[in-house]
Structures are given as C-alpha cells and as structure tokens.
C-alpha cells in the first residue's frame, strides 16, 4: 500500500454486503442518513449532483460538515510546534481566567446588580462553566485542533454554523482582550500612584478610553477630556510581539505572571480575612428598587452572573492551543476542568473577602476594586495596608497581562483555522518559517484589538463579550450530543461520566444555562450581538462561501492530507462520483493513540 493511500480502508463492495451503499437510498431510515452523512467520509458527496438544482446544492453547503478524520489530518500536517505539557496548559487555562473578572468587573457586578450576592453570581457562572467544560473536554480529546468551537461546529453542523461561531468567537476572544486592555490601563495608573504615594499621577485624558457607555438609558459618548487609552494600546502590542515570536516563549512569559499574580490574591484572601465588616454583608442581597429587574434582588443576582460570566472566560481557549500541545487528546481535558477548579475557589474566596472589606455600595464607578477594599480597610481600622495595595496593583497588572496574551493567542488561532478552511483569506494561515507562529493572524488581531482597547469602554466590551461566549459553548454542548449519536466509535480519551446517554444530562443542562443567562442579559447587549452576526452575515455569503475550499474543489480539499485519494470510483443512482472507502482513525499517530 503506498504512502498516500495508507490510512485508508478500501471496501469490497458494500452494495453487495448491506444491500445499500448509496448515500441517498430511499430505503434508510431518517435516523440512519443522518448518521450516513457523518460516518462515511466521501468527497464527492460535496460536489453538485447532476440534475441538482442551483437552489438546492447552494443550501446543501451549509450544511456540509468538515469531517473529523479530515481534521486529524490537518493536525498531523501542521506547522505549528508542539511545546505545551499539561502543567503549561493548566496554566494557560488559568492566565486566560484569572483577570478583569476577579480585578475589575466583581466590583461593577457587586456596586451594579447584586451586592455582596456577588459570591453566588460566581458560583452560578461557575456552574455554567463546569457543563461547558465537560463538553469542551469531550470535543477536545475527541477533536484536538485548533479553533476551539470553530473547528467543533464544523464537524457537526456544517459550514455556516462553523462560520457564525468563528465569527462570535471574536467577541469572545479579539474584544474580550480589548476589555482587559482597559482595565490593565486602569491598574497601571493605579500601580503607580500606590508605589509613589501618590506622587506619580497620570491624566485620565490619556489613560482612560476615549468613549463612554451607559447602559440605562442606552448612549454612548465622548468622554470630557478623554482622547486616547495609551497604557491599553501600547501594553496589546507588546504582548502581540511576544506571540509572534514562539509558543514556547509565550507559555514561559505566562507561567511567570501567571505566578505572581496568583500568590497576590493569596496574600490578599489571607491579609484581609482577618479585618471583615460584618455589616458590610448587609442585606446580602439588596432591595430591587429601581423597577428594573437586571439591579439587585434575586433577578439581580442572575443578571450579574452574565456579567461575571466573563470572568471565566478562558478555559476553553486551551482547546485553541491543540495544535501545539504535546499530548493533546490527554492533556487538553486536564488544561481545561484543573483550570477552571482552581479558579473558581479563588474567586469564591476572593469575592468573599472583597465584599466584607468594604462595602459594594464603594465599589460604584470603580475600575479597581481590589484596591478599594484595601483602602477602606485603613480608612476602618487605621492600619497601613500600602504595601498590600502595592501588591494588588502588581497582580492585577500581571493577571491581565496573562489574560490579553492568551485571548489573543486563541483569536489568532481562530483566525488561523478558518483561513485553512477558506473562509477567511489565506494569508491568515500564513506561519512564520521562524518562528512556527501564525504571525499575519497575530499581528491582525494585536492590531485590532489594541484600537479596541484605546477607544471602546470596558462595560460596553465585557457584556458583549460574556454573550458571545455563552452562544458558543450553547454550540460545544449541542456537538457533543451530535457526535454522541453520529460517531460514536470515533476514540475519546475524555468522556463526560455518567455512561452513553445519562452523560447526556450534562450538555443539555449546559444548553439550557446557556439560554437563560443569554435571556437575562441587557437587551441592548443583545441587539449588539445580533448586529454582529448580522455583518458576520454578509461577509460570509459575500466572501466566505465563494472562497470556501469546500465549495470549489472539496475533492482537492480532501486530498491535502496524507491520507489521500484511491482511484476505485463509480457512479451511484444519485448521480454522485463516490469513492468506495471509508476512513479509519491512523493508530500510528502518536497524537491519536486509542
């Protein structure tokens, strides 16, 4: 058998042994076509079929699924270097978690929505993160590839699914980072002004985004004297040039900040626990007295959990690092779940101790509500707690500095996967001969985003962004029950417990967390998420589906990986060109050992 047929099972004729190979034969069942279109690998299926209709081949590729031996193909073929184990994994996991969620909106969440029920908006986020976790667990050790929801959609629901998730996850990851950058400008004016005792102070009108939001009643302007957000921009570009220049430095620099700032909230938890106010915690959950259900009372504490929500953004942007993990169908699912346990106690504990240092109401306006709370501590009990806030500026600094670098990291990995795919132009998969990094994705997503941050306010991009994110785990959660029923006998080193169909329970709760924490979101936020499909939209049908490899030549598209093309062809009763073979997973392959 020669190289390029290897990884191939020929059949002998399966019109003789089942009686019905045609992929359209009238006699199957509704359930068995369905399950025909994911199991049998076929090429030519993606072609028009004669007599076909324009109309109808044109719907038939929406929903044209990238099959899953094809990704393990492109995994093998990439160019991307392995370097990550699953202690740097974990620890991606965790730079991306542990950030503007627990340093800048658990404050606005606290002042806004929910007062010091802000602990139990955590712990229902956190809920819905651990569903979202097991499924991304799955989808990862099942499919280990770059492009996280992306490259799941793909396999499940067809193109355009695969293209409306890509597309989200840039409000997710791109103005995710954005977000950080605001607040990482924050804490760096912060830093300085704690360190200097107030000697070093930089203006707001260049340390502060140039545009305000009001969420009630919806408006968004200029701020008075504000022009650009310096610290922001300049802070994104220079993380985006440490991503060009290798994973390896990359996952170095964020297991160093990754450090320092989780033993801040550990001296800060351990330094403050101590000095709690109890009537601070009174009322845990205060009165609803505006009419607006989104601002305190049980509703309340729902509508913050959208909000931090955000904060545990980032685990599933492990699953974005696959191609460049060394062992990823074991290593993944490890990144993902030991991530998001260990930041999920923190935040819980750190929440905790926020709330009952000061009281939620001083929380309003604030960018930093880490520092606050110190601050009102001295104020309280006459203590110097300087060199605590000195502390907290610095892991804030270093905690968003993780963030920004692996969101952007994950956006780029995104932007990498749809362009091989050819729904976005190929100059995005373009990897440096160097450095073996995506480097025109990079330096796109750095750039954008680095505008982002220096213009856009930080309520405004952390809403959008915590939507964004609840749609594409509502898609993980609904191609884990996909991939259930349709290929069940493709390896998965992670399997959500609970055997064949009662782990299904998981991805269904997950689904329906996902809807209610979207419904409880503004309805502004809402709006500007169906604005953004909506000129997702019309990129795709415009550029996507024209440039699509899947649409112009999905035989070609096929034969780039290693498995290739046999020459054994015939015509069946549809009018297809079928080739008589199916894959079958490559045991060789280090990478997806059973």
């Known amino acids: 058998m020669d190289e390029k047929t290897e990884n191939i099972t020929t059949s002998v004729d399966k019109q003789s042994t089942d009686g019905n190979y045609a ?15 994911y199991a049998k690998v076929d090429p030519h299926t993606y072609l028009r079929k004669e007599g076909e209709s324009s109309k109808s081949f044109w719907f038939r590729r929406l929903i044209q699924i990238k099959p899953v031996e094809l990704l393990w193909d492109d995994a093998e073929q990439s160019e991307l270097k392995r370097a990550l184990n699953a202690f740097q994994l974990i620890f991606v996991g965790i730079g991306a978690i542990i950030g503007t969620g627990i340093f800048v909106l ?62 989200d996850l840039i409000l ?33 009108s260049w340390t502060s985004p140039t545009l305000t939001w009001i969420e009630s009643p919806p408006s968004i302007y200029r701020g008075e004297g504000h022009y650009f957000n310096v610290p922001g921009f300049v802070i994104i570009m220079l993380i985006t040039i440490i991503l060009i220049v290798g994973i390896r430095q990359s996952a170095i620099f964020n297991t160093i900040v990754v450090t320092i700032k989780l033993l801040v909230i550990l001296i800060f938890i ?62 993944l699912p490890i990144g993902i779940i030991g991530s998001l346990v260990i930041s999920t106690v923190l935040y819980i504990a750190f929440c905790t ?19 606050v709370a110190v601050e009102k501590v001295m104020e309280r009990t006459g203590k110097n707690f300087a060199w605590l806030n000195i502390l907290v500026a610095l892991g804030a600094i270093c905690g968003l500095t993780s963030v920004l670098l692996i969101n952007m990291l994950a956006q780029a990995r995104v932007f990498y996967s749809m362009a091989q795919d050819g729904l976005l132009p190929a100059i995005f998969a373009k990897v440096h001969p160097k450095f073996k990094t995506p480097w025109v994705a990079t330096l796109t997503v750095g750039t954008i985003t680095a505008l982002l941050s220096a213009v856009l306010p930080v309520n405004l991009l952390g809403n959008m962004t915590s939507v964004g994110t609840l749609l594409a785990f509502f898609i993980v959660h609904l191609g884990v029950i996909v991939l259930r029923f349709t290929r069940p006998e493709v390896p998965r080193k992670f399997k959500i417990p609970g055997g064949k169909y009662l782990s299904l329970i998981f991805p269904i709760i997950g689904m329906v967390i996902s809807v209610a924490l979207i419904a409880v979101a503004e309805v502004t936020t809402i709006w500007r998420l169906f604005i953004w499909m909506g000129i997702g939209w019309v990129i795709y049908f415009a550029y996507g589906i024209r440039k699509s490899k ?31 073979y199916e894959y079958v997973p490559n045991t060789n392959s280090p990478n997806y050992r059973a």
């Open 23 to 37: 992929s359209g034969s009238k006699e199957k069942g509704i359930f068995q076509s369905v399950t025909a279109r």
């Open 106 to 167: 658990s404050g606005l969440a606290a002042a806004q929505n929910a007062g010091p029920a802000v602990t139990i908006s955590f712990i229902i986020a956190a809920i819905a993160s651990a569903f979202a976790a097991l499924s991304y667990s799955e989808m990862a050790s099942m499919i280990p590839v770059a492009g996280s929801a992306y490259t799941y959609a793909y396999a499940t629901m067809g193109e355009f699914v695969a293209w409306i998730i890509g597309w």
């Open 172 to 204: 997710e990851y791109m103005v995710g980072a954005a977000t950080v950058g605001v607040g990482w400008s924050g804490y760096f004016v912060k830093f300085f002004a704690v360190a200097s005792n107030g000697r070093i102070h930089f203006a707001e």
């Open 270 to 331: 351990f330094a403050l626990c101590g000095f709690m106010y109890p009537p601070n915690y009174v009322p845990y959950i205060p009165e609803n007295t505006t009419g607006n259900w989104h601002f305190f009372g049980v509703p309340g504490i729902f509508a913050a959990a959208t909000t931090v929500f955000f904060s545990y953004i980032g685990f599933d942007a492990v699953t974005t690092a696959a191609m460049e993990a060394k062992k990823p169908q074991r290593d």
């Open 353 to 371: 101790i926020m709330t009952g240092a000061a009281k939620y109401t001083d929380f309003l306006g604030s960018s930093v509500p880490a520092s």
């Open 550 to 580: 899947f649409n112009r030549d999905p035989v070609g598209r096929f034969a780039e990986g290693k498995r290739g093309l046999p020459d054994n062809t015939r015509e069946d009763e549809q009018g297809y060109q079928i080739e008589q």
